[in-house]
């Protein structure tokens, strides 16, 4: 499995961007993809999750209601739409998926320990 992440970039406060996460070598129907990020001199914290074939969205409190996680099956992607961006955003942003083809437990998801494959990250930076 490989992920690829990208989309990040420079963004005024109170602005939007897009990341994107293709995965290649996923074969199952049956997956799971959360995004994360770190700042620096911070530890690495879940963002957002998806498990698609049962439609379930979870996402960290401190991006609840301005950011979305959705896929694109055919184009075996998955998007984290970020809207009403802040500077403490400001992260490098990884995608990652396991192997486990079972849907995490809302209490777990935001484990990074849970993710066997990960992006190279994206950065993301939020500042006038």
């Known amino acids: 499995v490989q992920l690829q992440a990208s989309g990040g970039g420079l963004v005024q406060p109170g602005g939007s961007l897009t990341l994107s996460c293709v995965a290649s070598?996923?074969?199952?129907?049956?997956?799971?993809i959360a995004w994360f990020r770190q700042a620096p001199g911070s530890e690495r914290e879940g963002v957002a999750y998806t498990y698609p074939s049962s439609g379930t969205r979870w996402y960290a409190n401190s991006v609840k209601g301005r950011f979305t996680i959705s896929g694109d099956k055919a184009r075996n992607t998955v998007y984290l739409h970020m809207n009403s961006l802040k500077p403490e955003d400001t992260a490098v942003y990884y995608c990652?998926?396991?192997?486990?083809?079972?849907?995490?437990?809302?209490?777990?998801?935001?484990?990074?320990?849970?993710?066997?494959?990960w992006g190279q990250g994206t950065q993301v930076t939020v500042s006038s």
């Open positions: 070598g996923i074969t199952s129907d049956t997956y799971s």
């Open positions: 990652a998926t396991r192997r486990s083809p079972n849907r995490l437990i809302l209490s777990a998801w935001s484990r990074d320990d849970m993710y066997d494959h």
